[in-house]
């Protein structure tokens, strides 16, 4: 079984920044995909970026240039930098485990972002 524990949201101006943790634990192999989904009310969850443990990296067109995923695979950790925030980023962030060898997800407990004046 896989863990994982997201942190960082909060509420922020736009035009702001937040950076979003995630650590996982459990049964852990280094061949994994990471990456961050968002979910905002009365919407599907959507993917937003995502990172292979080589760190070749996919990015939703939404947040191309503003948001920048990263990991360090000696910490089982994934983290995603969201700078130049806009409203339409409200939402709650969820992050997730892919395992590759037998492919299983696994997702966060999720933590809200909202960009407000």
């Known amino acids: 079984q896989v863990q994982l524990v997201e942190s960082g949201g909060g509420l922020v101006q736009p035009g702001g920044s937040l950076r979003l943790s995630c650590a996982a634990s459990?049964?852990?192999?280094?061949?994994?995909?990471m990456g961050w989904y968002r979910q905002a009310p009365g919407k599907q969850r959507e993917l937003v970026a995502v990172?292979?443990?080589?760190?070749?990296?996919t990015y939703a067109s939404s947040v191309k240039g503003r948001f920048t995923i990263s990991r360090d695979n000696a910490k089982n950790t994934v983290y995603l930098q969201m700078n130049s925030l806009k409203a339409e980023d409200t939402a709650v962030y969820y992050c997730?485990?892919?395992?590759?060898?037998?492919?299983?997800?696994?997702w966060g407990q999720g933590t809200q972002v909202t960009v407000s004046s």
């Open positions: 997730n485990l892919r395992k590759i060898v037998t492919p299983t997800n696994f």
């Open positions: 459990g049964t852990i192999f280094s061949s994994n995909i």
């Open positions: 990172i292979t443990s080589g760190g070749t990296t």
